[in-house]
């Protein structure tokens, strides 16, 4: 070895500032930083999709809690389906 190089082994900041630029620059251009960053924004993202699906999931629990109720199954078909119930006058009138 050259006196150079063994003057430099022998100085050990250098050596792990010149090792850790290799290690950096070899992360960088092999893209594992970008997929690292790609990975951190899908995990961010999936997380805002799974508590946007947990609300969802709750509204929709209170709506089968409601429609196991069958005072609301009948106020529903009377409002959407236009039905009447049993004890419920119905006025009819010609069309012109």
């Known amino acids: 070895m050259s006196y150079r190089l063994r003057e430099f082994l022998h100085r050990p900041k250098k050596v792990f500032v010149i090792c850790s630029l290799v290690v950096l620059s070899t992360l960088l251009v092999n893209g594992t930083f970008l997929r690292l960053w790609s990975l ?16 969802e999931n709750q509204k929709y629990q209170a ?25 419920d006058l119905v006025f009819v009138f010609p069309a012109e």
């Open 63 to 87: 709506q089968l809690e409601q429609a196991k109720d069958p005072s609301y199954i009948e106020r529903l078909a009377k409002d959407k389906l236009d039905l009447a119930g049993e004890n």
């Open 40 to 55: 951190h924004v899908d995990a961010d993202r999936k997380m805002k999709d799974i508590a946007r699906t947990r609300l």
